[in-house]
């Protein structure tokens, strides 16, 4: 049997970057030390805003991974992606959403491996030119309709 | 010492975050109205495609060529640039934002750090971060810092920052820029300097201080001039906070009737309104210009300009846009084909405490207005911008048919890139 822990939110705060628009002291934000101590998703799991972007899951090449159709990803620009990351790439003039799988590079390729049989995985030799967009750090799937 | 971070080809940066395929290939952004040409990727430069080109012109000059055209969506580029001053203001110890694309910083509490490899790391994270790549110049005074970045821009070798450390080097870059790339110049004093044999950034930073004060007689030639030899010179205050805001456009057509100028002069003092909020302002004086196409000698010319000063420095739409009208009224004449007009907004300060004015009593409604504001700009955020509007905001459609339709869609924009960090339904897809 498995279990659910509830545990308490906040979801209304939005998201807002900090605004330049004067002079300011530089390195950390003042009013960090002031923001209260509830969840909040936006504080919590996006822990580089200003490198954060969405994207929405268009078809099931991912479905075994539990990412469906319509989901939406949470991709951060910043993180250095690693070998069985979860990232975003564009390839053949599209955005896709694959399994980063580096074992083969010594062999002088990359492969983006798709969670589903019926995909085959995308191979790219040309590792020079090659760059991966983004790490898709969370995906968020809606369940209520 | 100061530094500069300036975005390569900003808007172009900002259309290839989202088109990774045109890394590589010529890019032109254009204006509002889709005008003419804006923004240039360097291949476009490089095939000759001059700044300020009519877009009708594109096609004709260069039939064979492949060129990817966008329309400026200022919504996307608003947004990439903020999160590049995040990274400086988490970066830097101290900046301010200079211009959409610019940020200034000061370094000298960073004692001594490696100014170089500073500038290098920090333009590895904005690219890897934000996508855009950002060129840094660091120098003793703003405008050398300037000059650097000019460098760091062209040539490759500095791996996207100059630092300007010793005199040697000052005098090295300086003669090799020409005068009238220099900050503070421009245009007007170029023809000048030129006269005198002043060609390079070098030859008039070399004239003795008489010299400049006798042939020009300006605190603005005489401070790039100091700049130029190492003295800073040039306040942090004159660039922080913008002294007057300024909305302004020109026509597609030519306008006659009253009313149709209202709503454009209705949607320039709102966006002014907005702009004043956005940066946590209040002015007090609102402006409105009105002027006829000077071009057409065989029609009538006309133009006006008429100001009046708030009874309390104010941030709402609703005041700022009646003031407008107002001042549009008293200056609109029949009988004029109108090819421009713009709402500036002067005397601006910081949002609070405002003093409210005691022939201006209504304290009551004046909350009123402020919380009404500020839930229009919450709902124009969360849903996308004009999702409400005022009244008098509202267009005739393109095509003159209804009055239901919003300032973004008055304006042509055929080529105008999706918003995907600021509407869901402009998301990626990701296959």
């Given amino acids: 049997m498995s279990k659910i822990h509830i545990i308490k939110g906040e979801f209304e705060k939005s998201l807002e970057l900090q605004l330049a628009n004067s002079i300011k002291a530089g390195f950390p934000s003042p009013a960090e030390d002031y923001r209260h101590d509830s969840l909040d998703f936006n504080r919590d799991l996006i822990k580089h805003p200003e490198a954060t972007f969405y994207g929405r899951v268009d078809g099931d090449s991912m479905v075994e991974a539990g990412i469906n159709d319509g989901d939406i990803a949470i991709i951060d620009r910043s993180v250095e992606p690693e070998d069985g990351d979860v990232i975003v790439a564009f390839v053949n003039n599209e955005f896709t959403i694959k399994y980063l799988d580096l074992s083969h590079k010594a062999d002088g390729y990359i492969e983006l491996r798709p969670a589903n049989a019926n995909y085959k995985p995308i191979r790219i030799h040309d590792t020079d030119n090659f760059e991966v967009w983004g790490v898709v750090v969370w995906t968020i799937h809606n369940w209520k309709k | ?431």
């Avoid at chain 2, 200079?98 to 170089?116: H, N, Q």
């Fill in chain 2, 1 to 431: 010492m100061y530094g500069i971070i300036d975005c390569d080809n900003c808007y172009v940066s900002c259309e290839r975050v989202f088109r990774p395929d045109l890394e590589g290939k010529p890019v032109v952004v254009l204006s509002n109205n889709d005008g003419c040409i804006v923004a240039r990727s360097n291949e476009a430069k490089k095939l000759g495609i001059k700044a300020g080109l009519p877009f009708f012109q594109l096609a004709q000059q260069f039939p064979d060529q492949k060129i990817a055209v966008f329309s400026s969506n200022y919504e996307l580029y608003g947004e990439l640039t903020a999160r590049v001053v995040e990274i400086v203001r988490q970066e830097a110890p101290q900046y301010f934002r200079y211009s959409i694309d610019e940020c200034f910083v000061r370094l000298d509490a960073m004692g001594d750090a490696d100014l170089k490899q500073w500038g290098e790391a920090l333009h590895r994270r904005v690219r890897r971060s934000v996508g855009m790549p950002v060129s840094i110049g660091i120098a003793p005074t703003k405008t050398l810092a300037k000059v650097a970045s000019h460098f760091a821009k062209r040539h490759s070798g500095y791996r996207h920052c100059c630092y300007i450390d010793s005199d040697e080097k000052r005098r090295k870059a300086l003669k090799l820029f020409p005068i009238e790339d220099v900050w503070g110049i421009g245009g007007r004093y170029t023809a000048k300097l030129k006269r005198y044999g002043v060609n390079t950034a070098y030859d008039f930073a070399s004239k003795p201080k008489e010299w400049v004060r006798a042939a020009f007689g300006n605190i603005v030639v005489e401070r790039t001039w100091a700049e130029l030899n190492g003295i800073d010179c040039i306040a942090d205050e004159a660039m922080a906070a913008k002294k007057s805001i300024c909305t302004s456009r020109s026509f597609n057509g030519m306008i006659t009737d009253l009313d149709t100028l209202r709503t454009h002069v209705s949607n320039y003092a709102a966006r002014c309104a907005e702009k004043l909020r956005a940066q946590n302002t209040v002015a007090s004086v609102v402006g409105v210009f009105v002027n006829t196409n000077f071009f057409r000698d065989d029609l009538p010319q006309y133009q006006q300009f008429a100001e009046l000063t708030l009874p309390t420095p104010t941030s709402s739409a609703i005041t700022i846009v009646k003031a407008a009208g107002d001042l549009l009224a008293s200056i609109y004449k029949p009988g004029y084909h109108y090819k421009k007009a713009g709402v500036i907004v002067m005397g601006i300060g910081a949002a609070s405490p405002i003093q409210l004015n005691l022939f201006d009593i209504n304290a009551e409604q004046f909350q009123r207005l402020k919380k009404l504001d500020a839930v229009v700009d919450r709902i124009n955020r969360l849903h996308g911008t004009e999702t409400v509007i005022l009244g008098s905001q509202q267009y005739a459609t393109r095509d003159g048919n209804g009055k239901a339709d919003v300032f973004a869609n008055a304006i042509k924009h055929d080529f105008r890139s999706k918003n995907p960090t600021t509407r869901w339904n402009d998301i990626i897809r990701l296959k």
